[in-house]
């Protein structure tokens, strides 16, 4: 959930330097009961240090980050939460932040006021992560009608297209700015986020911003991880092609530049025993979250590890 767009890993290093480690996701139709959202939701945050219920999964979530966190449990990875508590046999209880969930590791993990964060890259060295559920990459998206089917960042027409909306810090910001188009693009990302500064605050462009901008033809094409932009793009009435990105990309001097990235449920890196049942679990809940992924219009990939 480190993107705003749970993010990767590049986003994750530029944001952890900025924010000064700062940590970086309807319902009854997925069979996630409105029962056990209404529940989690209502539920406040323990104070640091008091014991947790054996009988619930406390997941840190962020309030207002659609798709992937929202209150009212329709967020992508409220849904997985679910699906992981019941595999575990507990109650789903959210601890929610009002904050961007970039902060959920080092305000709420790290300080024992919840116990797992549902989508961080497999691997983030500041926590302890779960054998990845699911593995998917960035896309471009465009407008079907405008025949751009690319699915590269080598393909020769990138350079040759008007806007590219990207979100800040990603894989896309730096081939943008490799390839020398960034300049032509700055200006006009800028103004997606009311031109407010990206330096060293959390400033994100709104995922749905990004798909809108390619339906009113504001943007050519629109760079994002697809479980950030897979739902608005599903529900868009002008037709859209999504395509993942092939993962060839490198900057100018040969640095690989990863498109592609599998995702964790993460827990404090001492607590070895709560991930050794979120892997067992996650077993037995993977047809559910395939399910959850599949509905949300998610491109899935086969997992590497």
Request: glycine fraction near 6%.
């Amino acid at each position: 959930m480190l993107r705003p767009t749970r993010s990767s890993t590049w986003f994750s290093a530029v944001a952890a330097a900025a924010l000064l480690g700062a940590a970086p996701a309807t319902a009854a139709s997925l069979g996630v009961s409105g029962d056990a959202v209404n529940n989690a939701a209502s539920n406040p945050a323990q104070a640091p240090g008091q014991a947790a219920d054996p009988n619930s999964l406390r997941i840190c979530a962020a309030k207002n980050q659609p798709p992937l966190s929202l209150e009212d449990g329709s967020g992508l990875e409220n849904k997985i939460g679910v699906a992981l508590a019941d595999a575990l046999k507990r109650k789903a209880q959210f601890v929610w932040s009002e904050r961007p969930a970039i902060y959920l590791v080092r305000d709420y993990l790290d300080k024992n006021l919840c116990d797992v964060i549902i989508g961080l890259d497999t691997g983030d060295p500041r926590v302890a992560t779960s054998k990845p559920y699911y593995r998917t990459g960035y896309v471009f998206v465009s407008r079907a009608d405008r025949g751009l089917d690319v699915k590269s960042w080598n393909d020769a027409r990138l350079k040759k297209a008007g806007h590219i909306v990207v979100a800040f810090g990603s894989p896309g910001e730096a081939l943008l700015k490799d390839m020398g188009q960034y300049e032509d693009n700055m200006a006009y990302l800028y103004s997606l986020v009311n031109f407010r500064s990206a330096r060293n605050q959390y400033t994100q462009i709104d995922p749905s911003r990004m798909v809108g901008e390619v339906v009113n033809g504001s943007a050519e094409i629109a760079v994002g991880f697809a479980p950030d932009v897979a739902r608005y793009v599903k529900a868009s009435t002008v037709p859209l092609r999504m395509s993942l990105i092939e993962d060839d990309a490198a900057k100018s001097n040969g640095e690989k530049v990863p498109q592609r990235f599998e995702q964790s449920v993460a827990v404090r890196r001492d607590d070895k025993a709560l991930l050794d049942a979120v892997n067992t679990a996650l077993v037995s809940a993977k047809p559910k979250i395939d399910e959850i992924l599949k509905a949300e219009g998610v491109p899935l990939l086969p997992v590497t590890q």
